[in-house]
């Protein structure tokens, strides 16, 4: 049994990270709606079924949907999401906000299943003790920094250019592979402090929903994250 259940979890991890890594080579014109691969209720008690089919069906859908529109009308169908990315700043603000709402929530999804950090690779279990001294040292600086973001954006957790791994964060929907980012690299984890990722169950406790977060964390996919950023090096 313990063979097949490691089995199932490896087949699910190569499925999210194919999904994530082969996105930003994507034309926008052959980009898809992602398809959430668990139930809304999957992430209970930490985030509520009510929050996961808003967020999901309607946010991110808005985002999507918008974004299309926009590759139609400004004609950049056919650059790949990661072109647009690098040029962002050449776009109306709604270019980043709706492409980045797309792209940032498939990595939210992607890395949030019940999971632990016995998923967790003996190569980023380095990385972090490495940049960062211990595991909670990291998840206590990423805590903080989408504590500190004012207003609704992302907190990161990416892997620089010389490799190494940096905690950041960002407004709204940008990200760090846009190039009206200050803060760069390729994002391992991203945790999402608009209010309608946590407000239905948590209301104004943003902080309460960041400590929960970390329960939903699926190591195993933010491993095979770190490994295939750390080729592109």
């Known amino acids: 049994m313990k063979n097949i259940v490691g089995t199932l979890l490896l087949v699910a991890a190569s499925v999210f990270t194919q999904a994530q890594n082969s996105l930003l080579s994507q034309k926008v014109s052959e980009l898809n709606f992602y398809q959430l691969p668990y139930e809304y209720s999957a992430l209970e008690p930490v985030i509520d079924a009510l929050t996961v089919e808003t967020h999901y069906s309607r946010h991110h859908k808005a985002y999507f949907d918008n974004f299309m529109k926009l590759a139609a009308d400004l004609k950049f169908s056919e650059m790949t999401l990661g072109e647009v990315f690098s040029k962002a700043s050449s776009y109306p603000a709604g270019v980043q906000n709706n492409g980045g709402g797309y792209y940032n929530h498939i990595l939210y999804w992607e890395i949030l299943k019940p999971g632990n950090r016995k998923g967790m690779s003996p190569a980023l279990n380095s990385a972090i ?17 989408a504590l500190k973001r004012f207003g609704s954006g992302w907190a990161w957790l990416v892997v620089e250019g010389n490799g190494k791994l940096k905690i950041g964060s960002t407004p709204n929907q940008d990200n760090p592979l846009m190039d009206v980012s200050d803060f760069k690299g390729i994002p391992l984890i991203g945790i999402d ?30 491993s095979t994250l770190y490994d295939e950023a750390i080729k592109k090096q």
Not at 129 to 145: E, K, S, Y
Not at 203 to 219: D, M, Q, T
């Open 129 to 145: 003790t490495r940049d960062f001294g211990t595991i909670d040292n990291m998840i206590a600086q990423l805590n903080d920094a």
């Open 193 to 222: 402090v608009w209010e309608h990722a946590y407000y239905l169950k948590y209301l104004n406790k943003r902080g309460e929903y960041v400590k929960n977060f970390w329960s939903l964390v699926n190591w195993e996919v933010v």
